[in-house]
Nanobody, 126 residues
Framework: QVQLVESGGGLVQAGDSLSLSCAASGRTFSMRTMGWFRQAPGKEREFVAAVLWSGTSVYYADSVRGRVTISRDTAKNTVCLQMDSLKPEDTAVYYC???????????????????WGQGTQVTVSS
């Protein structure tokens, strides 16, 4: 089992930056991919970004590409999501997720992730 705890959410203004962090514990040696998803009220959970625990590849949703950077620190077992030029439409609960699957197929699909954090709220005011 892997436990994930997000932090760093909050209320910011449009154009501001925010950094989210996800701390992993438990069987972290088994992790292969870590990702961030978000869910706005009344909407489906959507993919934001993912990174292979090996660090060889990163993936971004088109809606955030160029404004978001995902990174991982294997020594601290953390994954960070740096978000810049935030927009009101970025308002959502952001979830950290992880899987231990060797394949990267469907890395943007929530169903491919086995472990989830409790979420952290990000609110961007206009």
């Amino acid at each position: 089992q892997v436990q994930l705890v997000e932090s760093g959410g909050g209320l910011v203004q449009a154009g501001d930056s925010l950094s989210l962090s996800c701390a992993a514990s438990g069987r972290t040696f088994s992790m292969r991919t870590m990702g961030w998803f978000r869910q706005a009220p009344g909407k489906e959970r959507e993919f934001v970004a993912a990174v292979l625990w090996s660090g060889t590849s990163v993936y971004y949703a088109d809606s955030v590409r160029g404004r978001v950077t995902i990174s991982r620190d294997t020594a601290k077992n953390t994954v960070c999501l740096q978000m810049d030029s935030l927009k009101p439409e970025d308002t959502a609960v952001y979830y950290c997720a992880a899987n231990n699957r060797p394949s990267t197929l469907g890395v943007s699909a929530a169903s491919r992730y086995d472990y989830w954090g409790q979420g952290t709220q990000v609110t961007v005011s206009s």
